[in-house]
């Protein structure tokens, strides 16, 4: 009977502290990338928040935006699971002008941010390290490949990046 209750108990906790419906949960723009109106300079930014749901308690989704000089969008490169569920690739890229959306209710934060000419000289080597990613077609949570597997991906790929990435970001390892 304790065990039952305590299974309850844990269960009415992480329901309570957790957004369980990801089609009204917030993602709208966070406001803390450049405008791609007003900065002229080649960009590359990595964000990571909070995963959704109970998840967010220990792990963290992370994604890649680059914008070329003069550009008045940027490019997302992200990995999302429900995708492979849906048939389609785990590995999606788009444009938007809007790269720091908040991720089904979690406030991004910056984890990476290099503008001009040193941007200039690695998006194209981003790109082809998209294009090489081996995982496309792949998700699992743990161990991986997963959401921040495939910016450690990119990292390896792109030294000059420097990319570190906090402990949160769960199957960042998969790509060693």
Same mark, same amino acid.
């Given at each position: 009977?304790? &065990?039952?209750?305590?299974?309850? =108990?844990?269960? %009415?906790?992480?329901? =309570? ?14 406001? +803390? ?7 002229? %300079?080649?960009?590359?930014?990595? /964000?990571?928040?909070?995963? @959704?749901?109970? !998840?967010?308690? @220990?792990? +963290?989704? $992370? ?5 070329? %000089?003069?550009?008045?969008? /940027? ?10 569920? !849906?048939?389609?690739?785990? #590995?999606?890229? /788009?444009? $938007?002008?809007?790269?720091?959306? /908040? ?8 984890? #990476?941010?290099?503008?001009?000419? &040193?941007?200039?000289? #690695? +998006? ?15 998700? &699992?949570?743990?161990?991986?490949? *997963?959401? *921040? $597997? @495939? ?5 390896? &790929? ?16 998969? =790509?060693?």
């Amino acid at each position: 009977m304790k &065990k039952r209750l305590t299974i309850l =108990a844990l269960a %009415a906790l992480i329901s =309570a502290c957790s957004n369980s419906d990801w089609r009204t949960a917030s993602r709208e723009p966070a406001g +803390i990338a450049p405008d791609p109106q007003q900065e002229q %300079a080649a960009v590359i930014e990595v /964000y990571g928040a909070d995963a @959704f749901s109970w !998840r967010g308690w @220990f792990a +963290i989704h $992370t994604w890649i935006a680059t914008k070329e %000089a003069g550009a008045d969008q /940027y490019k997302v490169h992200e990995v999302v699971g429900w995708r492979v569920q !849906r048939g389609q690739s785990a #590995l999606y890229s /788009y444009n $938007t002008a809007t790269p720091d959306r /908040y991720w089904f209710g979690a406030k991004p934060e910056k984890l #990476l941010s290099i503008k001009g000419e &040193k941007a200039a000289e #690695l +998006i194209p080597k981003i790109d082809k390290a998209v294009e090489d990613y081996p995982w496309k077609n792949e998700y &699992k949570v743990f161990p991986g490949p *997963n959401s *921040n $597997t @495939f910016p450690a991906w990119i990292g390896q &790929k792109v030294p000059e990046l420097g990319l570190d990435l906090p402990f949160s970001a769960i199957g960042s390892g998969y =790509a060693d």
